[in-house]
């Protein structure tokens, strides 16, 4: 497959998963609103989750429901924007057309259109939970479509490499930022409205429900556990490592459990530690710290990826591929 | 909805006769038409439009802001070519493109055709597609216009004439597929009951023939489509003709020349290509050889070219039978070459290098068309019945200051057909463009991209000026021949599943 062509796919699929992960921290935001007086509102921590507040703070004054909902969903000049990421993966998309299947292009196409027509009419915002859900879904549908209509061979790989990458970095995200933040705010630990700021957690990775069956009560070391280690739930960052490592191999013919090359060896490191951390490891680590580095390390694995497959290479290093496995 | 309102007008209307009824061909689809209740041919229109906009089939518009993607109008009331007619435009057109290509090849070699003085010298050596770089090379099994999209044009007089040849790399073949896999969709009782033939075979005729093109002795050459990237106006076709035909589709940046062949960069190291369909003009396909200031070809393309390693279509420097002027002489150059007349008649054309036609232009510009000799698009154009004093003035100028550029025409009315305007149907006026592919024989398509100028009397048809495009219907004269067409479309087919394993 030419590099080209795989990084875009890789970036398409990343594009969207990153499109819907803001639909959700932004979503459950939202909705944990409306259980708290507005004095008590933040929004500059969605803002953080997403690693764009320098850029936040050179055009928006304040952060407020308003402005904060702007920068995550519409704005143009906001690359990370859910409008600009569908902008991203549908221009990615287009110039695969030939290469992924006809439904996925038509979907996509679709859900940018809808999106851009609903940022152009400025609807969206009148019924947001109502927008904000239609995204994820539309994402789903199209993460369907790419499981059920393309041959599951290296591009799909490189597909599901992006998407997982992408997903387990914004679970770390999450984690992070709300962890920080829960903690921090001491007078409200252990108050109802402490549950609901952890079930929010839980709700922005669609966790609810899968993490009452496996803990029944609010902890958040549980939470942080479910979150992190879980390696049978589909959000779980140990989950999305495992599935990515999964893939990485497909692509490189390298068997899991050696390396070629550093990329492969840091993600194998990575799936080993999260296998058989504990959560008291983590904590005992600190959490902020521990995620820190994990996502350093995830980053490091993504310039690998680059490095690896897409970077452009002159034909002297046509046999550089042929290096030992170790 | 009542066709007997539709006003034919003092024009050759394509679908009705000059007795305001359905001419034979068109029949079938004026009785369907008339057989919809009002309103409902406006409603699969906007079916149509929306299907083009989810589809994405889209062309960038050149000098406009990001996310500046238009569909390509499309008309739903199609262009019926009987099967007579569509005989006598396929000799036509296989007749002046083997000429043609005896022609370049001619120009890059002996040049006979300048000697014996059929042809100026300077009218060749002045034709802004000659590539010094060319002269003397043997494009693989001789073939320099592998794809060419010629513009045909019905005048009042009934007749056939042809406009212009495309021979550098014509665009629209998508179009005629996709609109025709549209028309289907929405009129597929009329489908039944006449007999098209069909236009699905393209890709795979194209394949074959690209694969014609390898080096001997290459039994699965790898073919790859060449596109200037994302934001060329054509990118669509690029990346569909590529998806049809079941091969890569490379940008510049995805090749590399090494050890006297072409390679293109993949996640598994370097593989070799054989065959390239470059949709990317002479000028940037080589920065060593053509312009150096080029981000969009393949440094050192030209060498593996010329050693006969990899295939190039259209060949370099094919552009030079593109010329307006060059355009003149095909008559001349069929005579010379095969020794016959010309099947399909070209537009009288007044060259303006020539002295006495000179004068004649500049005196007549109120009622001629003038064209630049190397533009396209439908810029660089004076329609004289439609034009201004202070632009034909312009025009004046412009000829005086270079008369080798320009010829003249008169105007010609061209044909009309009915067309779906705010939910009525007026007459509007089309032009014709078939595609012929020249591999181991030439194939011209039964079809081609009917466009039409939507604006009330326009003669422009062209995209950029406001234009649209129809779905063309060849008929078959019998059930053979649509049999033999679909025979070869089995046969793409089973090639294609074949190719994809």
Request: charge should be negative; glycine fraction near 6%; aromatic fraction near 8%.
């Amino acid at each position: 497959m030419l590099s080209r062509v795989a990084d875009s796919i890789y970036w398409m699929s990343r594009y969207v998963e990153r499109a819907e992960n803001v639909a959700r921290i932004v979503d459950v935001n939202l909705n944990i609103m409306l259980d708290s007086t507005s004095a008590d509102q933040q929004w500059q921590p969605l803002v953080n989750i997403t690693g764009d507040h320098e850029d936040f703070a050179k055009r928006y004054e304040e952060a407020n429901r308003q402005t904060v909902l702007e920068f995550l969903t519409f704005d143009r000049d906001n690359p990370n924007s859910i409008l600009s990421c569908l902008r991203s993966a549908r221009e990615n998309a287009r110039s695969v057309r030939e290469i992924i299947s006809s439904e996925m292009w038509l979907q996509l196409n679709q859900f940018y259109l809808t999106v851009k027509a609903a940022a152009e009419g400025g609807q969206g915002m009148d019924s947001p939970h109502e927008f904000f859900t239609n995204v994820k879904l539309s994402s789903h549908l199209f993460t369907g479509l790419t499981d059920a209509t393309m041959t599951h061979g290296e591009g799909w790989h490189f597909s599901r490499l992006g998407r997982k990458l992408e997903r387990a970095d914004k679970t770390s995200r999450i984690l992070d930022v709300k962890y920080f933040i829960l903690l921090r705010s001491v007078a409200d630990v252990g108050t109802p409205f402490d549950d609901v700021q952890w079930a929010a957690v839980l709700r922005s990775s669609s966790a609810f429900e899968m993490y009452r069956k496996r803990h029944g009560r609010i902890s958040p070391k549980l939470i942080v556990e479910f979150l992190l280690l879980d390696s049978e739930f589909p959000r779980a960052i140990r989950y999305c490592l495992n599935a990515a490592r999964d893939s990485f191999h497909a692509i490189s013919g390298t068997p899991i459990g050696t390396y070629r090359k550093p990329a492969e060896k840091l993600l194998g490191q990575l799936c080993s530690e999260l296998a058989y951390a504990t959560i008291d490891d983590v904590m005992g680590q600190g959490l902020h710290e521990y995620l820190d580095t994990l996502q350093t390390n995830m980053n490091l694995v993504s310039n690998g990826v680059y490095e690896r497959f897409f970077a452009k290479r002159m034909p002297e290093t046509r046999h550089a591929s042929m290096e030992k496995v170790q | 909805m009542k066709l007997s309102e539709y006003e034919v007008g003092n024009f050759f209307d394509e679908m009705f006769g000059e007795n305001g009824r359905p001419r034979a061909a068109a029949r079938p689809l004026a009785r369907k038409i008339e057989s919809l209740p009002p309103g409902e041919l406006l409603t699969r229109q906007l079916a149509a439009d929306r299907a083009l906009v989810q589809a994405g089939i889209t062309f960038n518009v050149y000098g406009e802001s990001e996310g500046v993607e238009k569909t390509l109008p499309f008309d739903l009331v199609p262009r019926i070519v009987p099967a007579t007619e569509w005989d006598r435009i396929e000799r036509g057109l296989k007749q002046r493109i083997r000429a043609l290509n005896m022609f370049i090849d001619d120009l890059y070699h002996d040049q006979k055709i300048i000697k014996d003085k059929a042809v100026p010298e300077h009218i060749v050596s002045t034709s802004k597609g000659l590539r010094s770089a060319c002269l003397g090379v043997n494009p693989p099994r001789g073939i320099w216009c592998h794809i060419t999209g010629t513009d045909l044009v019905r005048h009042s007089d009934g007749q056939i004439y042809v406009l212009e040849d495309n021979l550098r790399c014509p665009s629209g073949v998508s179009y005629v597929l996709e609109n025709r896999r549209l028309m289907k969709s929405l009129f597929p009782e009329v489908f039944e009951a006449s007999r098209i033939r069909p236009v699905s075979n393209y890709p795979i005729r194209l394949r074959d023939m690209l694969e014609y093109l390898a080096p001997e002795g290459e039994t699965s050459p790898r073919v790859v489509v060449l596109t200037p990237g994302v934001f060329n106006s054509a990118y669509f076709e690029h990346s569909f003709l590529a998806q049809q035909m079941g091969v890569e589709l490379v940008e510049g940046g995805d090749l590399v020349v090494s050890d006297g062949y072409v390679w293109m960069n993949t996640t598994n190291g370097f593989e070799r290509v054989d065959v390239i369909y470059r949709r990317i003009d002479d000028d940037f396909l080589d920065p060593e050889t053509f312009r150096a200031d080029s981000m969009l070809g393949v440094p050192g393309l030209m060498k593996v070219y010329k050693a006969g390693n990899v295939a190039l279509a259209n060949a370099p420097g094919s552009g030079v039978a593109d010329d307006k002027v060059v355009y003149a002489y095909v008559p001349k150059i069929i005579k010379y070459y095969l020794d016959q007349d010309i099947i399909l008649p070209n537009v009288p054309t007044h060259i303006c290098a020539e002295p006495n036609e000179l004068k004649y232009v500049l005196e007549h510009l109120g009622e001629l068309v003038v064209k630049a000799a190397n533009e396209s698009g439908g810029y660089g154009m004076l329609i004289g019945p439609h034009s201004t004093a202070e632009q034909r003035e312009e025009f004046a100028r412009r000829i005086a200051a270079n008369p080798r550029n320009y010829i003249a025409q008169p105007t010609l009315s061209l044909s009309r057909v009915p067309t779906l305007i705010d939910g009525r149907l007026e007459g509007r006026h089309v032009d014709l463009r078939p595609y012929i592919l020249y591999g181991k024989d030439i194939f011209v398509l039964p079809g081609g991209l009917t466009r039409v100028a939507l604006k009330k009397g326009s003669l422009v048809v062209n995209s950029s000026q406001g234009g649209g495009s129809k779905d063309t219907w060849v008929l078959a004269d019998s059930p053979a021949t649509l049999q033999a067409d679909e025979m070869t479309q089995n046969q793409s087919a089973t090639r294609v599943a074949g190719a994809t394993i």
